[in-house]
């Protein structure tokens, strides 16, 4: 399939091509996410549970555990995404594994702002069922954009992957071995 390739204008006028990730690697990287995140959610989940039951707090009437088990699944589920896009320079760990990133419109990396936008509105794109929504968004938008990416002004692209360099020649050796600058 032939990816289209999206054009990048900075501020120093540098033009810049990247290719566009579709729904296919999108949709990949969410679902290795999600894995993560269930992981997670679970873990937590029994955690509770067994401190509720070391507590004895199973006959009581006290929320405070599930309240707790509910403020840190929400944490989880919306900040994931949010940090680490972020801190990690637009890359979640299946974003990072499938060789994506989420990038500025202007070829910046995201912004805290940005961010924020972005996920906020996941909210929007998972309706009405199944991430229904954003799936016919990324499908049919140019740069296959959810509404999210709109409204924070990022896109979703390949990174290029660096090449390994071959085996150093024995002429090479020997310059490093000497010391010598090109």
């Known amino acids: 399939m032939n990816q289209e390739q999206v054009q990048v204008k900075t501020p ?6 990247f290719q566009s990730a579709g729904l296919g690697s999108r949709a990949s990287a ?28 199973f006959m009581g009437t006290s929320w405070v555990p599930i309240a707790i088990v509910t403020i ?3 944490l989880i589920n919306w900040g994931y995404f949010f940090f680490l896009e972020y801190f990690t320079g637009g890359r979640t760990l299946g974003k990072k594994m499938l060789g ?18 972005r996920n906020l509105l996941r909210i929007v794109d998972q309706l009405p069922a199944g991430y229904l929504l954003g799936i016919l968004m990324i499908f049919f938008h140019s740069k296959h954009k959810r509404l999210g990416d709109l409204a924070a002004g990022t896109l979703v692209v390949h990174e290029r992957r660096v ?19 090109r």
């Open 30 to 57: 969410f679902i290795i996410d999600q894995a993560i995140i269930m992981i997670a959610n679970i873990t937590i989940l029994i955690g509770a549970i067994y401190l509720m039951d070391f507590m004895g707090l």
């Open 12 to 17: 120093e006028y540098v033009s810049l091509q």
């Open 100 to 117: 994506i990133r989420v990038m500025q419109e202007n070829g910046h990396s995201i912004t805290l702002l940005s961010s924020f936008i």
């Open 72 to 74: 840190l699944a929400f």
């Open 163 to 181: 090449r390994k360099r071959k085996k150093k020649t024995a002429i090479e050796k020997e310059i490093e071995r000497r010391g010598i600058t």
